[in-house]
């Protein structure tokens, strides 16, 4: 197990496509958070998971934006009805319990246009 | 709401310099800061952290110094690399792991 592992690294879809990433995190790692960051500025958090509960979301995850984490391990997050608004590097980090280190992956780049 | 920002947005040094880079936080309430560097295309990596009953911490090259009372921390790299050169995010953890983000300050190593 390398790391955090983010698919696609990269989408440009039409406005108004679905489009569904993907984040598979370190195997042992219980805890899985999706991160939005935008040119310029520092990551967001969108929601995470403790296993396959989601613990917290944002306000800024509106109606369009769904994810799942069914079997405790990869996570799905889903953005229905894309807009440009959408546009921006999706990242998905992952830890164990406890004050422990977060691990990024490298992000899902989202165009949309 | 609370938030966790920067003061400088650039930072330009000589290869070989120190580098100080800094961090304003508003929520006093806060007890876990950590450090991140991002470079171009890669996500955020963990450089080094400090909890709130400490004023200094040191790692390899990388000191964090916390100043509870003017709520600011600041991010030292010692002889200040090429391979440094990246953007540099204060974060806030809160319950459950989840981070704050600054919105980061971009350093500049000249050779």
């Known amino acids: 197990d390398t790391g955090v592992s983010q698919n696609p690294r990269h989408k440009i879809t039409k406005r108004g496509q679905n489009v569904t990433f993907r984040c598979d995190p370190i195997s042992e790692h219980n805890r899985l958070y999706w991160y939005r960051q935008t040119l310029g500025q520092g990551p967001e958090f969108l929601t995470y998971f403790q296993n396959e509960a989601q613990l917290e979301k944002s306000r800024l995850l509106s109606d369009r934006f769904s994810a799942e984490r069914p079997k405790g391990s990869f996570s799905t997050l889903e953005i229905q009805r894309t807009e440009q608004g959408d546009s921006a590097m999706y990242l998905c980090?992952?830890?164990?319990?406890?004050?422990?280190?977060?691990?990024f992956g490298q992000g899902t780049r989202l165009t949309v246009v | 709401g609370e938030n966790v920002g920067l003061h400088l947005p650039t930072l330009s040094v000589q290869e070989g310099d120190n580098s100080i880079i800094n961090c304003a936080y508003s929520?006093?309430?806060?007890?876990?800061f950590i450090w991140y560097k991002q470079e171009s295309g890669k996500g955020p990596q963990f450089i080094i952290d400090?909890?709130?009953?400490?004023d200094k911490r040191q790692g390899q090259r990388v000191t964090v110094l916390l100043n509870k009372t003017v709520k600011h921390l600041s991010l030292q790299i010692a002889a200040t690399q090429p391979g440094d050169s990246a953007v540099y995010f204060c974060?806030?953890?809160?319950?459950?792991?989840?981070?704050?983000f600054g919105q980061g300050t971009e350093l500049s190593v000249k050779p």
């Open positions: 974060a806030e953890k809160y319950q459950g792991g989840k981070l704050i």
């Open positions: 400090i909890r709130s009953n400490m």
């Open positions: 980090a992952s830890s164990g319990e406890g004050n422990t280190e977060a691990f």
């Open positions: 929520n006093s309430a806060s007890d876990y």
